[in-house]
């Protein structure tokens, strides 16, 4: 990976997609690479990468994944977004879901990763914190 996060999407061409697209998921990415560096919680992850699905649940083709490969040290999150909830949604709102799925991620990647040396638990702490502070979620959610 070029950085240690990695944050896209795979959405249909809609106002769904431009809420997700247009500035959140560079927000996203700037912000865990410029606050978070994996270095600090261990040598066992080197990436993560995450990919945000944005498209309607007939959509069978992209399914979530949460997966590590050890031999590179990367994770990688293929996450689905509530569509129902992306409809009337704000753009704002919209990140907010991005960030709580996101999370709840990094928890699912925790439980399933065989990565040795690394605090997956500090990490999603320090994530939560981050996006807590930054307004994108109410810390309420995660207790």
Do not use: C
Not at 30 to 50: F, H, K, R
């Amino acid at each position: 990976m070029y950085t240690a996060f990695v944050v896209s999407s795979i959405v249909e061409d809609n106002p769904i997609g431009d809420k997700i697209d247009t500035h959140n998921v560079q927000l996203l990415e700037q912000l865990l690479n410029a606050t978070v560096q994996l270095a600090a919680y261990g040598t066992g992850v080197a990436g993560i990468a995450g990919v945000f699905l944005g498209t309607a649940p007939e959509d069978v083709i992209h399914e979530e994944e949460i997966s590590f490969e050890p031999s590179t040290r990367e994770a990688y999150l293929q996450l689905r977004l509530p569509y129902a909830a992306l409809e009337p949604a704000t753009e704002q709102e919209v990140l907010g879901l991005m960030a709580r799925r996101y999370l709840q991620g990094l928890r699912d990647l925790a439980r399933v990763a065989q990565a040795a040396d690394f605090d997956w638990a500090r990490l999603v702490q320090d994530v939560q914190g981050l996006f807590v502070a930054e307004g994108l979620v109410d810390d309420e959610f995660f207790e």
